[in-house]
């Protein structure tokens, strides 16, 4: 498989099956070096699998990929030594000190010496963890376990980087200072290769790729996917009873989607040319309705849409 100097990864034809299950079915595209590559996709869509054969840590049972050059099914190993991975599980040693652990991730890639030395100060300086070097990892909140995990898979310098899901179950503070981190990274030049379930991370992504059940279903930067998949208005509601606004809401034929976002409600009404008469309706409904208004639809506004769509299709084939 030819590979391009200004891809860091290539895509072609990328399949996984378990059994009779594809999780990951004949998906296909490039990610240029340097770029914050957003994957997103509801839990079981195929992110995770895709990412493990991208890793050369299982083998495709169709298709193929290349990772900086190398070829993920014909030289796996070569794959492994030249990323960083990382994932919302941290791989950290809890029993061990913040030190141990970069010494230990130090001597996988077999970084020592002076190296080493630099290494471990950049990372400490950029983890915020000077001072902490002796204390126990397991001891750390989960936002410093973030960091010092974040500098152990970049201990070796990779020029990509897979973060699985990296600020699952971490607070708002920590996640907007982790991708602090993230963007002084992709300054360098280090492609990154993101999967997160937080939508508001990915318009941090120059271009994002959206699956679900093992197949794309959308491709490109957050705007162009906008433009392309949205073309429906979005409400904001905010109402009184909102659990039951929203079953009284998913039983109307001219509603597409409703669903929480935050403490509101958004409802793709559609090409409605009249949206707000949607309030009266639900005053109508016995609901108090304090505020219903148009708003410029969010890439989770579109990711709920396209799922929605999709399932709509499956059904009706």
């Known amino acids: 498989m030819e590979t391009r100097v200004d891809n860091a990864i290539e895509v072609r034809g990328l399949t996984k099956r378990f059994g009779d ?4 079915d004949a998906v296909a595209f490039d990610v240029p070096r340097g770029e914050i590559f957003g994957f997103l996709g509801p839990n079981g869509s195929g992110k995770t699998t895709t990412i493990r054969m991208l890793c050369g840590t299982i083998g495709p049972s169709g298709g193929g990929a290349t990772v900086l050059g190398h070829d993920v099914v014909a030289d796996p190993e070569s794959v492994r030594r030249s990323i960083g991975y990382m994932s919302q599980k941290f791989a950290l040693f809890e029993d061990m000190t913040v030190d141990e652990n970069l010494r230990f991730y130090a001597g996988v890639y077999g970084i020592e010496g002076e190296r080493f ?12 963890l000077i001072g902490r070097e002796r204390e126990l990892t397991a001891n750390l909140s989960v936002g410093w376990k973030q960091r010092l995990a ?45 999967t997160t379930h937080y939508m508001d991370e990915a318009t941090h992504c120059n271009r994002l790729a959206f699956i679900y059940n093992g197949r794309l279903i959308a491709i490109g930067s957050p705007q162009q996917i906008r433009d392309e998949h949205m073309t429906d208005q979005i409400l904001e509601v905010e109402v009184g ?25 958004h409802v793709n009404v559609g090409e409605r040319t009249d949206p707000c008469a949607l309030a009266d309706e639900l005053r109508g409904g ?8 148009p708003v410029e639809a969010t890439i989770e ?17």
């Not at 016995?286 to 208004?293: D, I, L, P, Q, S």
């Open 21 to 24: 299950f594809t999780a990951v």
């Open 117 to 128: 030395t630099e290494r471990r100060r950049y990372v400490l300086e950029m983890a915020d």
């Open 150 to 194: 974040l500098g152990c898979a970049t201990i070796h310098e990779p020029e990509l980087l897979f973060l699985d899901e990296p600020t699952s179950g971490v607070d708002p503070t920590a996640r907007r200072q982790f991708w602090e981190l993230l963007y002084d990274l992709a300054e360098t030049g280090v492609t990154l290769f993101v």
């Open 241 to 265: 009873d909102i659990e039951g606004a929203l079953a009284w809401l998913g039983g109307r034929a001219d509603v597409r989607e409703a669903y929480l976002s935050g403490a509101m409600l």
């Open 286 to 293: 016995g609901f108090e309705v304090r505020r219903c208004e």
């Open 301 to 317: 506004d579109v990711f709920v849409h396209l799922v929605s769509t999709q399932r709509r299709e499956a059904v009706s084939r």
